[in-house]
């Protein structure tokens, strides 16, 4: 028998039995709609993840220095020079100093305005642009100048976007705004990216009244060198401390791998537990062709008297199984992906997460791979079973 012919028969006698085959198929439906949901799941959190860790910058190294168990410290000008002598793994640098305070404009006050103290070239490392004005200048952080850039939220809602030119207060110092940054988040909210006040890290030095600044941002040449790098601060910080006690270097891109790496652990559990339900699935469709071999016994008695090899036999019933469980794939599939982009609403409603569960091509290959495996080892037992029975005893059957 061609299989083209086999693969009719077993349409035609799943569709007499409409109600028993998808009863049959609803352990596979449910495990790979389980699987390419969590899948997607993980997905989205890897590229939020990603995201997220990407405003952070990526391409920078983050160096603490709290001084701990050593007397020694680290100058500006010192950090500037390890950043010279490594030019083939670092590129710019920029102390940073966070500034507490309140922030007043006028007779408002910003609560949750964030302001850091950076060199000129932070703007360039961070990614980050000006949409009006200037950014910071060498001679503001040489002349300590009491000048700022400030975000677009702080510019749209106290300012009506005139900010350049007007003055903004935090604490009691008075800044001079020389420019505002275009706006980085899809939507401007107090606390978010857009706002915020950078001014020189010398002017929030003073300021503050900061010693020692213990506070750096490095950007590296080669983000795939990033291990490489931070092997090569370390070991520069270590020749003037003699302490690793004394510093702390930190990558955000090792933090990423990191978070995606347990991230990828958790949903391959997730998923290993959801395709229980794939086993299952296939033991119901092992015990409904046994059922079936049982039903059609006198149809296989007919079928070997007249001339039918056990081996097409054998290939009918494993067609069979299989087009049950390849079928109940393809419905997995549908209700994964429908099921994920319900998922998406909810958590962009519930959470308000910019988080979308995005089910990849392979592991729809693989739910269709893993059906159709299911279908054919499952089925195996009950054709092995059909393709055995003796002819006569089978026409005999009632």
């Known amino acids: ?68 168990g050593s007397s020694r410290s680290v100058s500006v000008d010192q950090m500037y020079t390890i950043v010279a002598e490594n030019p083939e793994y670092f590129d710019q640098l920029s102390p940073t100093v966070s500034m507490s305070g309140t922030v007043k404009i006028g ?101 503050s009244g900061t010693g020692t600044i213990s506070s750096y941002s490095i950007s590296v040449i080669n983000e795939d060198a990033i291990s490489e790098s931070k092997a090569a601060l370390e070991s520069a910080l270590y020749q003037i401390f003699e302490d690793d006690d004394a510093y702390m270097v930190t990558s955000m891109a090792e933090l990423l791998d990191t978070m995606t790496s347990m991230i990828n652990v958790l949903i391959i559990v997730l998923a290993l537990i959801a395709a229980i339900s794939l086993v299952v699935g296939g033991i119901g ?32 019933f494993v067609i069979e199984a299989a087009t049950t469980s390849t079928l109940g794939g393809l419905l997995g599939i549908a209700f994964g992906y429908l099921l994920s982009g319900i998922a998406t609403l909810v958590i962009a409603s519930l959470l308000e997460v910019d988080m979308a569960v995005t089910p990849t091509f392979g592991s729809i290959l693989l739910a269709v791979g893993v059906s159709v495996a299911i279908g054919v080892v499952f089925g195996y037992l009950p054709a092995k079973k059909a393709a055995r029975l003796n002819p006569i005893d089978a026409l005999r059957y009632d």
């Open 107 to 207: 007779t408002e006050t910003a609560d949750s305005t964030s302001v850091t103290g950076v060199s000129e070239d932070y703007f360039n490392m961070a990614g980050y642009a000006v949409a009006s004005g200037r950014g910071l200048e060498y001679v503001d952080v040489a002349g300590r100048k009491n000048v700022c850039v400030i975000g677009s939220y702080l510019a749209q809602t106290y300012y009506s976007g005139s900010a350049v030119g007007q003055t903004i207060k935090v604490g009691a110092n008075k800044l001079t705004i020389v420019g505002v940054m275009a706006q980085e988040a899809d939507e401007m909210e107090s606390g978010g990216t857009d706002d915020c006040i950078y001014l020189p890290y010398s002017t929030a030095a003073r300021l």
């Open 285 to 316: 469709i092992m015990n409904i062709m046994l059922v079936s071999v049982t039903e059609r016994t006198k149809e296989i008695g007919i079928r070997k008297a007249l001339g039918a090899k056990e081996r097409s036999i054998m290939q009918q």
């Open 1 to 68: 028998m061609k299989l083209s012919e086999s693969f009719r028969l077993a349409l035609k006698n799943i569709v007499a039995s409409k109600v028993r085959t998808l009863l049959t198929m609803l352990g596979i439906i449910i495990g790979v709609t389980a699987v390419i949901v969590i899948v997607g799941l993980g997905n989205g959190m890897e590229k939020y993840m990603t995201d997220s860790f990407s405003d952070m910058g990526t391409n920078l190294l983050t160096v603490m220095i709290p001084g701990r």
